[in-house]
C-alpha cells in the first residue's frame, strides 16, 4: 500500500488566500484525522471523520477553517482566508478502527502565510 | 487537555537506558506511543489497552496503569537511532467515539 498521501507537500501563500489541503488514506480505513503541528502547541487535533462522518470538529481553531470528506478516498482541509498564524505542518492520518489501531501519517504539508 | 510528558528533554549517551511519562486528567481507553525525527512525520510505536498491559518493541517497552491514567516508555540500551521526539497519545471515549489526543512531546537525543 502507498501509506497516506497528501498534497502539496509545501504550500506558500499570502494573506488573506484560500488553502486547500488534500489527504488520500489509507484503503479500508475508517477513520481519518487532520492534526496541526507547531513548536508552541504541538500535535493540535482538528478534526476526525469516521466513515467520511465529522465526529468531532473541537480542534477546529475557528470558521475560517473547514473540512470535508466526500468519499472513503480524499478528504480536505480548506482555510479561507488564511492568516501568518496559521503557518504550520498540518497531517493527516488514518488507522483502521480508531483509538484501538494504530495511526498512520501522511508526510505532511508545510504551510506558510506570509 | 493535553497529556503531560516528563521529562521534556533528555541527551543519552548510546548504551544509556530512559524512561519517559505521559500522564493524563482524563480516564484513558488506551494509549499510543509514536516517535517522529525531524522533518518527519510521527511514526507509531506501540499501543497499550486496558489491564495495566506491558509491551514492548526490541528494546523498547511501555506499561500503562489505568487508575493512574498514565504510562511510561522505557528505552533500554539506546542506540543513535532512538534520537527523535516521543509523543504518548491517549484516547478517550465519548459514547461510542474515540478521540486521540497527543501530548507535549519529549525529544531525546542519544550522543556517542
Known amino acids: 500500500d502507498a501509506g497516506v498521501i497528501q498534497s502539496p507537500r509545501h504550500e506558500v501563500t499570502e494573506m488573506g488566500q484560500e488553502v486547500t489541503l488534500r489527504c488520500k488514506p489509507i484503503s479500508g480505513h475508517d477513520y481519518l484525522f487532520w492534526y496541526r503541528q507547531t513548536m508552541m502547541r504541538g500535535l493540535e487535533l482538528l478534526i476526525y471523520?469516521?466513515?467520511?462522518?465529522?465526529?468531532?470538529d473541537s480542534g477546529m481553531p475557528e470558521d475560517r477553517f473547514s473540512a470535508k470528506m466526500p468519499n472513503a478516498s480524499f478528504s480536505t482541509l480548506k482555510i479561507q482566508p488564511s492568516e501568518p498564524r496559521d503557518s504550520a505542518v498540518y497531517f493527516c492520518a488514518s488507522s483502521l478502527t480508531g483509538g484501538n489501531s494504530p495511526l498512520h501519517f501522511g508526510n505532511g504539508t508545510r504551510l506558510t502565510v506570509t | 487537555q493535553q497529556p503531560v510528558q516528563s521529562p521534556q528533554a533528555v541527551i543519552l549517551r548510546e548504551g544509556e537506558d530512559a524512561v519517559i511519562n505521559c500522564s493524563s486528567s482524563?480516564?484513558?481507553?488506551?494509549v499510543h506511543w509514536y516517535r517522529q525525527k525531524h522533518g518527519e512525520a510521527p511514526v507509531f510505536l506501540m499501543i497499550l489497552l486496558k489491564g495495566g498491559e506491558q509491551k514492548g518493541h526490541e528494546k523498547i517497552s511501555a506499561s500503562f496503569n489505568e487508575k493512574k491514567q498514565q504510562s511510561s516508555l522505557y528505552l533500554t540500551a539506546s542506540q543513535l537511532s532512538y534520537s527523535g521526539t516521543y509523543f504518548c497519545g491517549t484516547v478517550t471515549m465519548t459514547g461510542t467515539a474515540s478521540k486521540l489526543t497527543f501530548g507535549t512531546g519529549t525529544r531525546l537525543q542519544v550522543t556517542l
Open positions: 471523520f469516521n466513515n467520511n462522518v465529522p465526529i468531532d
Open positions: 482524563k480516564a484513558l481507553y488506551s
